[in-house]
């Protein structure tokens, strides 16, 4: 069968869209064949920085002839179906359909249509164009004299040449002949820009590769990838170094080059005075070069660093290295007047005494000093909730009265989120913010601060994605939990919450970021407790009354009044802990059949799905499942025809033993499964309802519930509503599937 192959060939394609864009291209095509009737066996696409390559093996040579009949209305149907059939057939008028007969709905209308099958080279040349002229580029552009007609060829950098050839391997492929903005298709590309710029005649796939490689480009990106790697440890190696590896930079790279060349560069040893993370991002960002460290080192860094060229240079690449080295050196000169300044004295400190004696600073530390500054600035974090200093506030009052609840020291906890934000003002993370956090447990431990507290700056932005580690230091558990909880409670009191895709304020990853801390740290908390509580100390610290344009009323929960908005974020909670328990690989039902309205400890939720799933997974489980199931369905049932269900349960009213026995076992089980759950003892709770599943199967195989004497059977319903009771203690057994 034949096979096809495409080439897209322009000027340099962003690395970041390239992957991307490769995929499009392959899945656009394919899916335009497949809709045209074609098949395939395999489809491939290969991407470097100046071509898009697709190669489809096995495509059918034509698609098939089509036969259809499209039935019609009645022939005596009114003139506006008649044409509505005509339109939906494609017929110029009624006498193009056929008649046909059905001995009960009489005669009707029948279009006969036949399509007969097209050459995939005709398919091809007509899709191809179309599929360039729409392609979803973020960015695209314009070019030449023809750019300046409507309607002219966008490309995200200009197209050059277009390769397209079809054909099976035991012939010769022909050209797919089509033509867009002036470029014809053909067989012609081209090889390495400075390298091998001449043109290369391409039959099909397998020569196209190695012609390609012959013309000095790596065609496949997952090959390039291999090759810098490869070559980039070596040549560590080789000079008594270890590479520092970096996945995300080697992807940008590979798509930064056609034929890789990896070289070597350094700049002075005395720049190895800046910290680690801040040298590596400098030379990661500005010049896309990985860094080295010195042999068997896990921290310190060496003056060496690794750089792609994408040109085999006459002098071996020194010139190239001594370029890129000369630029290496004046952003660490930056980097380093950064560090330096970050560990000075403010210009401005005579202004920061106010704002150092509301946080109890000490101006005569870097860090301190800086925490001042971010105050004293009054730097907005939103309109509506204030500045950074007055939410620092918050997070140092809720961090307080967190930290006896996760086992930490109230002062430590109050001391890091004082200066959790306090590097934001620094000169490196003003160039680097992705480093926040980060530089500023550097400077606290610079300064002398407690190594909790330096730790809880860096850790309470964890955990900023599901892969990411959560903290577990006490101190920075409190600190964490309190910036994550006061940006929730902020927002939800300003009415600014998540809306189907939207997230701006990334509110979902803080709430699952509080339930991944929370459960895995195994530590149980009241949510609406404590949100209730600062929400109080947002209207107080902000000089807003309660009830006014933010507060929304007040709502009973578990016998006191609490907010609104604390109920509907407490919802916001459950919705995030469910996905959590889904990626877990908890089963929803059970999760439905425990969480409700009132559940606001994350901790005693999971411990009860756990024990539940467990429960459910023995015999007594599964038999009791099946009965309180059948007990809640007779129940619903009857309360659905308004049927009289005793309010309390009679014992004389009793006819059978097996009434007594299942009345017993209830009343043992519900004492024993509230004291278990008193003691939040969950798999106690679980055996003391396993004692229900005999007396419970005996009582449906010798009881007939619906007696014929209405008060016997008012005293069943009630036996069967205490069955509910008792087991929904745990959970709702009604919402677990089985």
């Known amino acids: 069968m034949p096979d096809l192959l495409l080439e897209l060939r322009s000027e340099e394609i962003p690395a970041r869209m390239q992957r991307k864009a490769a995929g499009d291209l392959k899945k656009m095509l394919t899916d335009g064949l497949v809709e045209a009737g074609l098949t395939y066996e395999a489809a491939r696409e290969y991407w470097t920085p100046r071509r898009l390559t697709l190669d489809i093996r096995g495509l059918t040579a034509r698609s098939k002839d089509i036969h259809e009949e499209i039935k019609g209305p009645s022939r005596s149907a009114p003139e506006q179906a008649v044409q509505g059939f005509l339109r939906k057939a494609g017929l110029s008028s009624i006498a193009e359909a056929h008649v046909h007969s059905d001995p009960k709905k009489g005669d009707f209308y029948v279009a006969h249509i036949s399509k007969p099958g097209r050459a995939a080279e005709e398919i091809i040349a007509g899709l191809v164009p179309d599929i360039i002229r729409d392609f979803p580029w973020p960015k695209s552009m314009r070019w030449g004299p023809a750019s300046a007609k409507p309607g002219s060829l966008r490309w995200v ?9 079809f054909g099976p391997e035991t012939e010769e492929p022909v050209v797919v002949d089509f033509e867009i903005d002036g470029i014809r298709s053909g067989n012609i590309t081209y090889g390495h820009r ?25 065609l496949d990106a997952d090959r390039r990838k291999e090759i810098i790697l490869a070559d980039a440890r070596n040549l560590a190696f080789a000079n008594g170094l270890d590479l520092v590896e970096d996945e995300g930079l080697l992807e940008e790279v590979s798509g930064l080059v056609e034929w890789p060349v990896v070289l070597m560069g350094e700049f002075e040893e005395a720049f190895l005075a800046i ?32 750089l792609t060229a994408n040109i085999e240079a006459k002098d071996g690449g020194k010139e190239i290295a001594h370029g890129n080295g000369k630029v290496v050196r004046a952003r660490l000169s930056d980097a380093l007047y950064f560090w330096t300044t970050d560990q000075g004295d403010l210009p401005d400190l005579d202004q920061l005494q106010a704002s150092a004696e ?28 204030g500045t950074q200093g007055e939410r620092v506030g918050r997070i140092k009052r809720l961090a307080e009265e967190l930290a006896p609840v996760v086992g930490a020291d109230p002062t430590l906890a109050g001391r890091a989120a004082v200066l959790a934000k306090a590097d934001l003002t620094t000169e490196v993370v003003g160039e680097f913010p992705e480093l926040q956090g980060a530089m500023g447990r550097k400077y606290a431990l610079l300064q002398g601060e407690h190594p909790s507290v330096a730790a809880a700056i860096e850790e309470h932005y964890k955990p900023q994605g599901p892969s990411d580690r959560v903290p577990t230091d006490p101190v920075s558990v409190a600190v964490a939990v309190a910036d994550k909880l006061d940006t929730l409670v902020g927002f939800w009191e300003i009415d600014e ?19 991944r801390i929370l459960i895995e740290n195994r530590i149980q908390l009241s949510i609406a407790e404590l949100a209730e509580s600062h929400v109080l100390f947002v209207h107080q610290s902000m000089q807003r009354p309660r009830g006014g344009a933010i507060g929304r009323g007040m709502r009973e929960f578990k016998g006191r009044q609490v907010g609104a908005e604390v109920i509907d974020l407490l919802a916001f909670f459950h919705d995030r802990l469910k996905v959590y328990l889904r990626d877990q690989g908890a089963r929803h039902d059970l999760i439905d059949a425990v969480i409700t309205p009132q559940s606001d400890d994350l901790l005693q939720i999971v411990r009860r799905v756990e024990a539940l799933g467990s429960f459910l997974d023995t015999e007594d489980g599964k038999n009791l499942l099946a009965g309180t199931k059948r007990a809640a369905n007779i129940l619903a049932a009857e309360e659905k025809k308004k049927t009289a269900v005793a309010e309390t349960v009679e014992p004389a009213l009793f006819r059978q033993d097996a009434e007594k026995s299942l009345f017993a076992a209830v009343n043992q089980a519900e004492k024993q499964v509230g004291e278990a759950i008193q003691n939040q003892d969950f798999s106690a709770a679980m055996m003391a309802l396993s004692v229900l599943r005999e007396p419970v199967d005996s009582f449906f195989e010798h009881v007939l519930v619906n007696d014929e004497d209405l008060s016997v059977r008012a005293n069943r319903l009630a036996l069967l509503a205490r069955i509910r009771t008792a087991t929904g203690q745990v959970a709702d057994f009604s919402k677990i599937a089985g």
């Open 275 to 306: 910290p680690a993370e801040v040298i590596r991002l400098t030379i990661r960002a500005n010049q896309k070069c990985f860094v080295t460290r010195p042999r068997g080192e896990s921290e310190a860094l060496s003056n060496r660093f690794i």
């Open 194 to 218: 400075f390298l091998a710029p001449g043109e290369i005649t391409v039959r099909r796939f397998d020569d196209y590769v190695g012609k390609l490689e012959a013309g000095k480009v790596v």
């Open 358 to 385: 509301k946080f109890g600073l000490d101006l005569k530390k870097p860090l301190d000093q800086r925490m001042a500054r971010l105050d004293h600035l009054n730097v907005t974090f939103h309109a509506k909730l």
């Open 157 to 165: 950098r200009p197209l050059q040449s277009i390769l397209c050839t």
């Open 497 to 515: 919450k998540p809306t189907g895709s939207k997230d701006p304020y990334a509110l979902r990853r803080a709430a699952l970021g509080v339930v």
